[in-house]
């Protein structure tokens, strides 16, 4: 099905919560192998706090 997102012009639970909180769902989200999308949306709001998953994930 092909579909375009929307954002809403008000804050998504995702970009209420804290850095190491977001960073934290990220981790687990990889972890589980979540939906690419959703990984996408998180990714997307870090990109926009100019954070970088990578840096954060201990390796």
């Known amino acids: 099905m092909d579909y ?3 954002p809403s012009p008000r804050p998504s639970s995702l970009e209420l919560l804290s850095d190491e909180q977001l960073l934290n769902i990220y981790e687990l989200a990889v972890e ?3 939906s690419p999308d ?3 949306i998180i990714m ?3 990109a926009g706090r100019k954070i970088k998953p990578s840096d954060h994930l201990d390796a």
Do not use: G, Q, T, V
Request: hydrophobic residues 60%.
């Open 44 to 46: 997307n709001i870090l």
């Open 38 to 40: 959703f990984i996408e």
């Open 32 to 34: 589980a192998k979540a």
């Open 4 to 6: 375009y997102f929307h």
